[in-house]
């Protein structure tokens, strides 16, 4: 166990030294969720008087967002770099290490989970510094759990895309999952104010669970009712993402 | 000159036609965006203070994503050059017997064309989902102009950051910035709805203009003091937009 775990520890450094060797790559993922929050909550904050819209905090309703548009950068970076380095032809080169492949996949994304951490702390910091309620040690930590969970998600899906196209130029496929998993929630309004097909789809989606898991301390007090199902949702997504990426990694080169 | 700039664009847009994956997300993260607002948001029509003689909100955000489009828009040109002047094309450009300042006019020209092409699709788009354009064929005309004058603009800005820069990445690294001046303006979301300070930087930003001035001939009638806002807004960014951009270029010539 000692040995996958130091294959693990070392891919997961390699990738965070990347945000330090390359920053000028990294700021933008780092300040992007932050500026949304900002944004979204300055132009559409008199959405609080709709009726029915349960919270009179619009910046705290969407700082939640914030937290998942960072897991979903942090995903979607890990297959961008990852497909650098198939085009480098560094993949090859660690391909034919001595070490299972379900390793390797784990070294690749647990550094999305980390990384999701940066930008989302930096929401944070600002978010209180407006005047944000704090949720609660419970509400921050059940928050970075669900951000790293949906983090390393999106990763899997990220690593499927790069496996196949195998080109950097696929980032924006790699980039639009994630984006339309966050948005077409419960993102700006709750479920029902939302629009016919967006409520549908809202309902579907397994991250508006997450979203509710992760929101519920910043408008409200944090239940079980609204854990279990946003923990539940990270775990399929997960299993589901994990064995697709799995079984194309088994596949490559094979 | 208008020979060697007609070659330079049409090698711009055949670049685009070759690579789509690269002209795709300037519609489709607008486009998404533009879904879940008004998914979200469509019941803010009723806010007091929104105004009660719009359609729809549908109707209301087309320009905002025209907007929002025609920036990555922008982005997107700049990231083209900056890859040209990494690959080396940029410098045989140089080399080559041309006038130099049709190396920028070549990809604004390409760039107004892709304007162009992004309005219609959002104009069409919002058609096939409902929304209504109040001024009819002219309305869509002055749409289009706002969009294509802005646009050209914006992709000037980009072609000057790359000059500057002379690296994608950077280049790249404007995206959120890109969101920050648009959310300070009233693409969005009317002016006196907008919580503080955005209401008040939003007077000053003339993306607020811009969009307001495309946004008019959708939600009314034709009129002429928001369609000739939207006009000097647009015209006055890529004014000064192009302005930079040559003098950019002037800088990079002293400099090879």
């Known amino acids: ?254 | 000159m208008s020979r060697t700039v007609l070659a330079l664009a049409r090698r711009a847009l055949r670049n685009v036609l070759r690579r789509p994956q690269f002209i795709a997300p300037l519609v489709v993260f607008p486009s998404l965006m533009l879904a879940a607002n008004v998914g979200g948001l469509s019941r803010t029509t009723s806010l007091p203070g929104f105004p009660s003689d719009v359609h729809g909100f549908l109707d209301f955000q087309l320009a905002a994503a025209i907007t929002q489009s025609l920036l990555l828009g922008g982005v997107s040109a700049g990231i083209a050059v900056a890859l040209e002047i990494e690959g080396g094309f940029f410098d045989r450009l140089l080399a080559a017997p041309i006038p130099r300042i049709a190396i920028v006019l070549g990809r604004l020209a390409a760039t107004t064309v892709i304007a162009l092409a992004q309005v219609v699709y959002f104009l069409g788009l919002g058609l096939v989902f409902g929304a209504h354009i109040k001024a009819g064929v002219p309305g869509a005309l002055l749409v289009a102009a706002i969009g294509a004058v802005a646009g050209t603009g914006f992709g000037a800005l980009g072609v000057m950051l790359a000059l500057r820069a002379k690296s994608a990445s950077t280049v790249q690294g404007i995206f959120p910035l890109v969101f920050v001046v648009l959310f300070v303006s009233s693409a969005f979301f009317p002016r006196q709805l907008l919580e503080s300070p955005a209401r008040q930087i939003a007077r000053y930003n003339p993306l607020s203009y811009l969009a307001d001035g495309m946004r008019d001939p959708i939600v009314h009638s034709l009129r002429a003091g928001p369609a000739l806002e939207g006009l000097a807004a647009a015209g006055g960014i890529a004014a000064v937009a192009i302005a930079f951009s040559v003098l950019a270029l002037r800088g990079r010539l002293g400099q090879t």
């Open chain 1, 1 to 254: 166990m000692k040995g996958p775990a130091r294959v693990i520890g070392a891919l997961t450094r390699r990738a965070l030294h990347e945000i330090l060797r390359v920053p000028g790559a990294a700021i933008p993922g780092i300040l992007a969720p932050t500026i949304f929050m900002l944004g979204i909550s300055s132009v559409f904050g008199a959405a609080v008087h709709l009726p029915g819209f349960g919270t009179t905090d619009f910046r705290a309703f969407v700082v939640p967002v914030g937290f998942l548009q960072s897991a979903s950068f942090a995903g979607a970076a890990t297959g961008v770099n990852l497909a650098r380095d198939i085009e480098h032809g560094w993949f090859d080169r660690l391909l034919l290490c001595p070490t299972p492949r379900v390793v390797l996949l784990g070294g690749i994304v647990s550094s999305a989970s980390l990384r999701a951490l940066l930008p989302s702390s930096f929401l944070l910091a600002v978010a209180l510094g407006l005047g944000v309620r704090f949720p609660g040690l419970l509400g921050i930590i059940l928050a970075a759990l669900l951000v790293m969970g949906l983090a390393m998600a999106v990763a899997f899906y990220a690593v499927l895309i790069a496996l196949h196209f195998r080109t950097q130029q696929a980032a924006p496929l790699m980039q639009i999952g994630g984006f339309i998993l966050v948005l077409f929630t419960t993102s700006y309004a709750p479920q029902q104010l939302l629009t016919g097909w967006l409520r549908t789809v809202s309902r579907i989606n397994p991250v508006t669970h997450v979203l509710t898991g992760v929101r519920q301390g910043f408008v409200g007090d944090v239940t079980w009712t609204a854990t279990w199902p946003a923990i539940a949702s990270v775990a399929g997504m997960l299993l589901v993402l994990g064995a697709l990426a799995t079984r194309a990694l088994l596949r490559t080169g094979a």
